[in-house]
């Protein structure tokens, strides 16, 4: 009998961490650390996005093959408008052809609401979606 009320006990958990809404953030692409922040964690400063908690991401760059690599520390920050490089052209999944674009990112971001993660992980449409600020840093 005590077997039988854990397990109904471990299920109710199971269910209840499932259950519930789930907020996605819009990502900003910090590009000189090759790494993208969910935008709750990005505040600006002027016409500059900082991470709001980390200041500096060790990142490992390598040359073309892959055998002389070497770590570099690298500032999370961000312009609010910058240039990127995009794919242009592929042949057999494979990109031969590259173009520049401009990359804005802020002062707003968005939050999407789902009923559940399960709803954001299936592709579900969200409930909602908001607009917000990027706050100022401190």
Do not use: W
Request: positive net charge; hydrophobic residues 35%; contains cysteine.
């Amino acid at each position: 009998m005590k077997t039988i009320v854990f397990i109904i006990g471990a299920l109710m958990t199971v269910a209840t961490a499932n259950a519930g809404e789930y907020s996605h953030y819009s990502r900003i692409n910090f590009q000189s650390a090759s790494t993208f922040v969910p935008s709750n964690k990005v505040c600006r400063n002027g016409s500059t996005l900082f991470h709001k908690t980390k200041e500096f991401l060790q990142v490992t760059i390598c040359d073309d093959g892959g055998t002389d690599c070497r770590t570099e520390t690298r500032r999370l920050e961000q312009p609010v408008v910058s240039t990127a490089k995009r794919c242009a052209k592929y042949v057999d999944d494979s990109c031969v052809a590259y173009e520049m674009y401009t990359l804005k990112q802020g002062p707003t971001a968005t939050v999407s609401t789902y009923a559940s993660y399960n709803d954001f992980e299936d592709g579900r449409t969200p409930l909602a979606t908001k607009k917000f600020a990027l706050p100022a840093c401190k």
